[in-house]
């Protein structure tokens, strides 16, 4: 049974930082690019950053360009986000998702596996 369990959400101030994590279980982790989204309320679910699996590839939204980064542990099956410079737009429900083809494409419909959401306030 595949399980991701995020982690790291709070409340921050504006211009703060945080670092998600997102603990992997259930699958070949290095086998997987991991993503992370975001939904805040009333919209939708959006691509925030991605990372392929062999980790040399990321791709990030225009938004988060410059103060996001995601990073792996492949030996303890984590991922992590760290967002740095938090403004309070980035207030949402963040998700990690996991895509066993590996390449970490922007679009949901590619990841297979998707973890609960941590929530992240970032107030001004």
């Known amino acids: 049974q595949v399980q991701l369990v995020e982690s790291g959400g709070g409340l921050v101030q504006a211009g703060g930082s945080l670092r998600l994590s997102c603990a992997a279980s259930?699958?070949?982790?290095?086998?997987?690019?991991m993503a992370w989204f975001r939904q805040a309320p009333g919209k939708e679910r959006e691509f925030v950053i991605s990372q392929d699996w062999s980790g040399s590839m990321v791709y990030s939204a225009d938004s988060v360009k410059g103060r996001f980064t995601i990073s792996r542990d492949n030996a303890k099956n984590t991922a992590y986000l760290q967002m740095n410079s938090l403004k309070p737009e980035d207030t949402a429900v963040y998700y990690c998702?996991?895509?066993?083809?590996?390449?970490?494409?922007?679009?949901?419909?590619?990841?297979?596996?998707w973890g609960q959401g941590t929530q992240v306030t970032v107030s001004s």
């Open positions: 259930g699958l070949t982790f290095s086998d997987y690019a």
């Open positions: 998702a996991a895509d066993l083809n590996g390449l970490g494409f922007r679009a949901r419909e590619h990841y297979d596996y």
